[in-house]
């Protein structure tokens, strides 16, 4: 007996010792240079930029082990162009393969709520909005920025493109791939053509459309046809000096308390602070994530403040103005 139980403990800590962390890093690219938002990208022979862009993963399965599929049912990613890395869940595995998944939201879960999650939830609520009410749902792709419509190579007429429906769904074929394993976490590295989710699309008419349109369909279609996702491998890649890439960006889409995106290179975790013009400290914020995307849970009268970040080695900082 005693025998069968010390058998049963050691299986036990074998299979618990042998789960993995599966990390996927969604590497973000404008026409094979790192992505920034206010950055101008060509598309077409048109320059244009973003201020946002997010979107919705799911449907997920993994290919490990020799050929072994699992399915990750109910793993939901909200992808930021800012954010690199996106938790997948702990599993036994000792090698990733291939992955695929599919661009937006599964119809079971378009058919809920925010109001379904925790606002930590990739389908909690989110600010700016990433759903358009029920029964519209959730918005499956999200791309603004702006475009030069009059070729004066000054990108200055605006595009907002949020797709809904459950057509809008986009399978990702599978994507074979060479992971990292880092001790207890394996990465997935994948490279994120960002320009390519707007091909073939007229920017310069557009304008402001949050709907089922063909526009919003082809765009979230280009995920697939234009192969937007692609295996990278980090390692033997060409990347930026990480010296230029910590950033905030300010998205002001709810201009009386805009979201604050922040990239560190470094792991470790960040402080906020945002203060007035004075420097009286009005938000203070501790152990956030090195990257990430923060909304002041306040409004904050009209004024000139600053918000600071930093991570105890290095420090970034922004000014933004609030209009009430």
């Known amino acids: ?51 946002r862009l997010q979107y919705y993963l799911s449907g997920f399965e993994i290919e490990y082990d020799g050929g072994q599929i699992s399915l990750l049912p109910n793993t939901y990613v909200l992808a930021s162009g800012h954010i690199t890395n996106y938790y997948l869940g702990d599993f036994s595995v000792s090698n990733v393969e291939a992955i695929r998944f599919d661009v937006g939201v599964d119809q079971i879960a378009n058919s809920g709520n925010t109001t379904n999650y925790t606002g930590s939830h990739p389908l909690g609520p989110k600010s700016p909005p990433m759903d358009w009410g029920w029964p519209s749902g959730y918005f499956f792709v999200t791309t603004n920025g702006y475009t030069d419509a009059n070729n004066d190579n000054n990108p200055d007429t605006p595009f907002e493109l ?14 074979n791939v060479n992971p990292v394993n880092s001790n207890d976490t394996i990465y997935i590295d994948l490279k994120v053509n960002a320009e390519r989710f707007l091909s073939g699309l007229n920017l310069s008419t557009v304008g402001v459309d949050h709907s089922s349109s063909t526009n919003n369909l082809l765009m979230c279609n280009n995920s697939y046809s234009m192969n937007v996702f692609e295996s990278y491998n980090i390692i033997s890649s060409s990347i930026e000096s990480p010296k230029n890439n910590n950033y905030i960006f300010m998205d002001y889409t709810l201009a009386f308390a805009p979201t604050i995106n922040y990239h560190f290179n470094s792991n470790q975790k960040v402080n906020l602070k945002i203060t007035d013009i004075n420097g009286k400290v009005k938000l203070y914020e501790n152990n956030l994530p090195s990257e990430g995307s923060y909304f002041p849970l306040k409004e904050f009268a009209t004024g000139i403040y600053i918000v600071t970040i930093d991570n ?3 420090m970034i900082y922004k000014k933004f103005n609030v209009v009430q």
């Open 162 to 175: 949020h797709a809904l429906g459950d057509q809008m769904l986009s399978p990702i074929d599978q994507i």
């Open 1 to 51: 007996m005693k025998k069968i139980i010390l058998f049963l403990l050691v299986t036990l800590f074998i299979n618990v010792s042998a789960q993995k962390k599966i990390v996927l890093r969604l590497n973000h690219f404008l026409n094979d240079s790192t992505f920034h938002y206010n950055e101008n990208f060509d598309l077409d022979g048109v320059q244009n930029y973003y201020t």
């Open 312 to 314: 105890g080695l290095e």
